[in-house]
Every structure is written in structure tokens, then in C-alpha cells.
């Protein structure tokens, strides 16, 4: 079983940054990918951005040229830092994990922009 733990989320003003943390552990066997994907109220989960295990990123067009995505392979610790925070980021964030044909996913953490 694998266990992601998510760290970072809070309450920030419009404009301001904040930097989600995701750590992995467990029975891991290959990571293939970890990203984020956010769920706002009465909307369905998006992705946000992912990472593959060779570095290539992937963002939602909502988060691009403000969001980056890094990632510790050594730490099996996945980053999402988040600049220029619109009210519209305003959501549930949830890491996300594909090790060989599984997929995990952490218990989420709220970030809310606002004034």
C-alpha cells in the first residue's frame, strides 16, 4: 500500500503564492507520475499538473506561466508551487500517484484565495 501526504494548503490574499507538498511512502514499486489535480464545490476534479518520472510536466492552461510543478525523486516528494493566486484556484487540492497499473491518491488540502 502506498501512503500520500499532503502539506502546504491555507488561506491567501489574491496575488499571493503558497507551495503544496506531497510526500510518498510506502510499497512503491515505479512511479510513473505524480501530479496534482484540484475539485472546486459542484465542479469535477481537474488535473492541475503532472510530472513523469523522466521530468516532463504537464498544466492545466488555467495555471500556465503561474503555476510550477518539481518534484525529489530521491524523496519521492512531489511540489506545486502556486504564484499569482487567482479566487477562481479557490478549491480542494489532491496529489496523485501512478505506480505501475495503480493509481493513488492523497486525502486532499483546501486552498482558498481571498480577501
Known amino acids: 500500500q502506498v501512503q500520500l501526504v499532503e502539506s502546504g494548503g491555507g488561506l491567501v490574499q489574491p496575488g499571493g503564492s503558497l507551495r503544496l507538498s506531497c510526500a510518498a511512502s510506502?510499497?512503491?514499486?515505479?512511479?510513473?507520475?505524480m501530479g496534482w489535480y484540484h475539485q472546486a464545490p459542484g465542479k469535477e476534479r481537474e488535473l492541475v499538473a503532472v510530472?513523469?518520472?523522466?521530468?516532463?510536466?504537464n498544466y492545466a492552461d488555467s495555471v500556465k506561466g503561474r503555476f510550477t510543478i518539481s518534484r525529489d525523486n530521491a524523496k519521492n516528494t512531489v511540489y506545486l508551487q502556486m504564484n499569482s493566486l487567482k479566487p477562481e484556484d479557490t478549491a480542494v487540492y489532491y496529489c496523485?500517484?501512478?505506480?505501475?497499473?495503480?493509481?493513488?491518491w492523497g486525502q486532499g488540502t483546501q486552498v482558498t484565495v481571498s480577501s
Open positions: 510530472i513523469t518520472s523522466g521530468g516532463s510536466t
Open positions: 496523485y500517484l501512478e505506480d505501475g497499473p495503480y493509481d493513488y
Open positions: 510506502g510499497s512503491i514499486f515505479s512511479i510513473n507520475a
